[in-house]
């Protein structure tokens, strides 16, 4: 959107078929939704791959040969060689981290897991079964998070839906010209943008609420909330708020022109 104001002075005409867009960042956050669900898939595939080590040591002869196996590949190497053949070929992943395999299994498994794996001489049942758990945890987190990214596409679908509502209402009203309005037109004109701009404010608090209730996310590391993990390289890294801002300004500049009349009446 892009709306022009002129301080001080009649503001130029709201180019209204720029509506609300947010189809950008419903394409960003289904791509990231179709990536989300690639690592939730090979993680509960790597759980499985784990089981399949737990079930190959239940008897002696399967044992024998899976410490013949170990003498030539330790733990931690048949560990990271399955981590990497099952998660880190994603593409995405690929592209996204510059890490090794163990510096990524610690940051997703768990440096007290990974030590373990290293420093054990036999992958134990007990030790087996948390590289499980852990792998099932990494899957359980990923559908967490994505159902959250589902919920961010409806709100930018209600907000995007919102918004556009008032940008009607104001495309009905901004082609009249206020210096020709006598009082009583100003103070209607007045009455319904400051209700427009009341609307911008309540959605604004509404959308400041869902931030702030929003749980924070362990995918989310250090990029803090959603719309900065998302949306960091678009126009606004909360593009719902910078939309509202964007026309709180305008109607504002409306506002204050039309008070600026008034006075010299």
Same mark, same amino acid.
């Given at each position: ?9 009649? #503001? ?15 394409? $960003? ?44 590949? #330790? ?11 099952? $998660? ?12 090794? #395999? ?22 134990? #049942? ?39 509502? /008032? ?58 909330? $959603? ?12 593009? /719902? ?25």
């Amino acid at each position: 959107m892009n709306y022009e104001i002129v301080t001080g002075a009649e #503001p130029q005409q709201m180019n209204c078929e720029e509506i609300v867009n947010f189809e950008t960042e419903k394409e $960003i956050v289904k791509q990231e939704i179709e990536e989300i669900t690639k690592e939730e898939e090979a993680f509960i595939s790597l759980s499985k791959e784990f089981e399949d080590l737990n079930s190959s040591i239940t008897s002696t002869q399967t044992n024998i040969c899976m410490k013949q196996q170990q003498q030539e590949k #330790p733990n931690i190497t048949l560990i990271r060689e399955l981590y990497s053949e099952k $998660i880190l070929q994603l593409s995405h992943l690929t592209e996204a981290y510059n890490e090794s #395999p163990q510096q990524h299994m610690v940051e997703e498994l768990g440096k007290g897991l990974v030590i373990a794996v290293k420093e054990s001489s036999d992958l134990y #049942p007990k030790l087996k079964q948390a590289l499980i758990n852990s792998a099932i945890s990494s899957a359980e987190a990923r559908s967490s998070f994505k159902e959250k990214l589902k919920l961010e596409i409806s709100k930018l679908n209600e907000f995007e839906d919102k918004l556009n509502k /008032i940008c009607v209402e104001l495309d009905s009203i901004k082609d009249t010209k206020l210096e020709d309005k006598d009082f009583n037109g100003l103070r209607y004109s007045h009455a319904r943008f400051s209700e427009l701009l009341t609307e911008c404010e309540e959605l604004s608090l509404k959308r400041q609420q869902q931030i702030r209730r929003r749980n924070s996310d362990s995918h989310l590391k250090s990029n803090g909330q $959603i719309e900065t993990y998302l949306f960091s390289e678009c126009e606004y890294s909360y593009p /719902i708020l910078g939309s509202i801002a964007e026309i709180s300004d305008f109607i504002e500049n409306r506002i204050q022109v039309i008070e600026n009349l008034v006075t010299k009446l």
